[in-house]
C-alpha cells in the first residue's frame, strides 16, 4: 500500500516536468488532474478548477469539440488532433492533442489528454494593443483592475444546461464590442457574469467602471457619468465622469431601469455619437467605451411602465442575456452548496462535511426569492455560529420555520381544482394522441364540443410537436 502511494507521488512530480499540458477527467467529465504545463497553457487555478465539469472551465467547449469527451464517447483514442478553443480568461488556443480514454475492466472511467500548444502567433496590432495595455498598467495603477473585474467564467458555479449555455453565449459576446443587457432577478449574481464577460474580452487590461444607477440621485447622477467642469454650476470643479475613466475599457450600469428619463436620452446620444460632454461645457469629448447594463426586471415590463426608453432598449440590448433564477436551476443546488461550504471552511476555519438529505430537500422545495445571494449567506450564516459537521433542519435561519410547516401540509393533501385540472389535461392529451391529434375526433371522443376543447388545449399549453 505504501509503494502504490510513494509511485503515485512521484509520477505525478515527474509529470508536472513534462514540456506537454497533460488534463485527466473522469466518466463524468471532471477535471481529476493537469500538470503545471496544462496549468501555464490555460492560465488554470488548480483551487478553481480541479473537481469541476471540462464545460464550466472551458464553456467554449461542447461534446462535438472537446477530444477528451470524444474519447469516452467513441472508447477510441485520437492521435494528434488539432483543438481549438477560448479559455475562460478570453484567449483563443489551438493545441494538437493526443486523447485517450482510460478503461478498467472493459468500462470506461476517465480519459488522459497530452496537449502540445502550436498558437499562431498574434497579429501585430494585437500585439500593439497588449503594449498599450500593459503601459496603461504601468502608469497608472497596476492592481486596479485585478481589483475592480476580479471574476471569470470560471468562478460561475453550475452545471445546469441553462448556466452552460448563458456562459458559453457569453464567452462569445465577450469577443465583441456591441452593448450587452443583461436581465436576472436581485442576487442571481449579474456583476459576477459582467465581469466575467469583461476579463474575457479585448479590453481586459483596461479600465472596467461599475455604477448601480439607483445608488445615487438623478441631479448627481448625471455628473457621476459625464463629469463636470469648474463654474458649471455652483461647487462644480474640473472632474471626469465614468465615461472618460472607462475610456477603452467597459463601463457596467446596474438597475438601468432606474436611470432618470431624460439622462437616458442624453445616454442615447452617447451610444450613438461615441462622444460626451461634461455638465456644464460645450466642448465635446471622444470616447471608446464597452457599456454592458443590467436590470432587476424585465425589459418589456420596464418599457411598458416607461421606466426605459424604447430606443435605449433597442441600442443597449444588441446582445441580451437573461441569467436564470435559481429556482429553475436547482439541480445547480448540491453544486452550489458543496462550494459555500467548502468556500467557508477555509474563511471561517470549521469543518463541515455535508448537509443531510432532509435538508437538500428542503433546499430543492425552496423558491430561493434571494437566489444564490441568500443560499450563500444561509450556509455562511450556519457555518459561523454551528458547532457541526453536517447541516441539519434545525440549524437553517428563521425564514426556513413558516416554509417547512407549508410542505409538510401541501404533501398531505393536494388542491382540489389543481388535482382536477392535471386529470382533465390528461385525458385530453391522451385523447389526442390516440386520434393523432384530430381535433373533431377528439372533441368526439370525450364527449365536449369542438370549440370547448380548442380552448382547454390552449389553457394547458398543448400543441402538436
Known sequence: MMKNIFFRENIFEILNYIEEGIQIIDEKGK?????????????????KTLGRHIF??????????????????????IFEAEQTFVNYKGDKITTINTSIPIKEKGRIKGAIELSRDITK????????VDLQSKLYKETKDPKENKERAKYTFVDIIGQNAKMLKL??????????????????ETGTGKELLVQSIHNASGRKNKPFIAQNCAALPANLLEGILFGTVKGGFTGAEDRPGLFELANKGTLFLDEINSMPLELQAKMLRV??????????????????????????????QAMDEKLIRKDLFYRLSVI??????????????PVLVEYFIDKYNRKLDT???NISKEVLDIFNKYDWPGNIRELEHVIQGILSIEETHIIKREHLPYQFGE?????????????????????????????????????SKTADIISIPRQTLQYKMKKYGLKNS
Open 56 to 77: 464550466e472551465v472551458y464553456p467554449s467547449l461542447s461534446h462535438d469539440t472537446s477530444t477528451l469527451i470524444k474519447v469516452m464517447q467513441t472508447g477510441s483514442p
Open 31 to 47: 477535471i481529476l488532474y493537469f500538470n503545471k504545463s496544462a496549468q501555464n497553457l490555460d492560465e488554470l487555478d488548480v483551487e
Open 167 to 184: 456562459k458559453a453565449m457569453a464567452l462569445r459576446a465577450s469577443q465583441t464590442s456591441s452593448p450587452v443587457l443583461i436581465y436576472g
Open 351 to 353: 469543518s463541515v462535511d
Open 271 to 300: 451610444l450613438q455619437d461615441g462622444s460626451i460632454r461634461r455638465l456644464g461645457s460645450t466642448k465635446t469629448i471622444d470616447v471608446d467605451v464597452r457599456v454592458i447594463t443590467a436590470t432587476n426586471t424585465e425589459p418589456e
Open 121 to 128: 502567433v498574434r497579429e501585430l496590432s494585437e500585439r500593439i
Open 320 to 333: 441580451n442575456l437573461k441569467i436564470p433564477p435559481l429556482r429553475e436551476r436547482k439541480d445547480d443546488i
Open 403 to 439: 416554509f417547512i410547516d407549508t410542505i409538510s401540509l401541501d404533501e398531505e393533501v393536494q388542491p382540489l381544482n389543481k388535482a382536477v385540472e392535471e386529470l382533465e389535461k390528461k385525458i385530453i392529451l391522451d385523447g389526442l394522441n390516440k386520434t393523432h391529434w384530430n381535433i
